[in-house]
């Protein structure tokens, strides 16, 4: 496996990753995501300087249109989720339907090679023993991003390697100087793409779904004040709610029938279990009984002792030690043992009476 195709966003990152490869003797190949349609100056900056990247690492670089897929699988996405009253995590879902998938298909069916590498820090090792792939957590924990990488399936890890995952981000940055690269002193993307492109979600998100003004209640139907439009709002939100209130609250439900903002205090929060759908089982094959876990419910929160209940059809519940705050709809909910990702799968809706 000595040729690789390596996913160029014009980051410091995926360079380091395209330039290490390089380095170690590997063929390898640029391959940028054209992911924008409009206002998408990060892709096209980024493009620029992943194409002179390849140009002064003297590699091939290819730049796939993939405008409509994002347009599918993130903008719908992200869209339709809003709209129904829950958070969507757009990164896990573009790695898995924009990113990794198709990077392989075109690597394989137009360039044949069969391998892709990206600057994701995460880790993947085989185990011998059971023939599976295993997804682990990165050395450095504060760049850390196996959360968002849970959904990626045997087939995409067998042919897919990340140099950076056994490197700190201040390694990266001290080999990008030690290679020359252009992006050596690039400043770190801080939001989601579409937030860059757009200056916020919502002003992203105002462009398909037209501001409601609605009412913001408590969990006893008091009228506290008004909103804008539901999709403004996400569980556990405390800023911006626009209401004088004794102690904080936070946006703890979100009745798209009634168009209604339910607020509460941070203890009206704790929830004991929930349910997740799309479930992939990473590192281990489905279980047929409930396993010990620890389970991460937001990409900086810490992970805490869990029961994971397997249920068929692509499902599990999550029974939580002790009772836990901001549990989204519509954000992962990655399980881990020790630095081994298990699997993860998309929080579903709470029950009115959590």
Not at 60 to 86: M, T
Not at 129 to 141: E, K
Request: charged content about 20%; glycine content about 10%; some cysteine.
């Amino acid at each position: 496996m000595n040729k690789v195709v390596v996913g160029l966003s014009g980051g410091v990152d995926s360079s380091v990753a395209a330039a290490t490869l390089h380095r170690q003797g590997f063929d390898v190949v640029g391959l940028t995501l054209w992911l924008m349609k409009g206002k998408g100056q990060c892709c096209s900056d980024g493009m620029v300087d992943a194409a002179q990247l390849c140009e002064e690492l003297g590699i091939p670089h290819h730049i796939v249109d993939s405008r409509d897929l994002f347009e599918k699988y993130i903008v719908d996405y992200l869209v339709s989720g809003y709209g129904a009253g829950v958070t969507p995590l757009p990164c896990s879902q573009c790695n898995k339907a924009v990113k990794f998938g198709p990077m392989l298909s075109y690597a394989q069916a137009e360039l044949g090679i069969d391998c892709i590498a990206t600057g994701h820090y995460a880790q993947i090792q085989h185990d011998a023993a059971t023939g599976r792939y295993q997804l682990l957590r990165a050395v450095d924990p504060s760049k850390d991003q196996s959360y968002f990488l849970y959904d990626l399936e045997q087939e995409i890890l067998a042919h897919t390697l990340f140099p950076l995952g056994e490197q700190t981000k201040t390694e990266t940055r001290q080999r990008a100087t030690e290679f020359g690269l252009r992006t050596a002193e690039k400043p770190e993307s801080q939001d989601l793409c579409l937030i860059e492109a757009h200056g916020s979600m919502q002003t992203f998100l105002d462009q398909f779904l037209a501001p409601k003004a609605g009412e913001i209640i408590n969990q006893d139907g008091q009228v506290l004040g008004q909103h804008t439009g539901i999709h403004h709002y996400t569980i556990g939100q405390r800023k911006g709610l626009g209401i004088a209130a004794p102690n904080p609250l936070y946006v703890i439900g979100l009745d798209v029938a009634k168009n209604q903002v339910i607020v509460g205090d941070r203890t009206d929060m704790l929830i004991p279990e929930f349910t997740v759908s799309r479930v992939n089982w990473v590192s281990i094959a489905m279980p047929m009984a409930p396993i010990a876990a620890a389970v991460q419910i937001r990409y900086r929160a810490a992970p805490v002792a869990a029961t994971v209940v397997p249920i068929e059809g692509d499902r599990a519940r999550i029974v939580l030690d002790e009772p836990q705050f901001g549990i989204t709809p519509g954000q992962a909910a990655v399980w881990y043992e020790g630095d081994r990702v298990l699997g993860g799968g998309v929080i579903d809706p709470l029950p009115a009476e959590s």
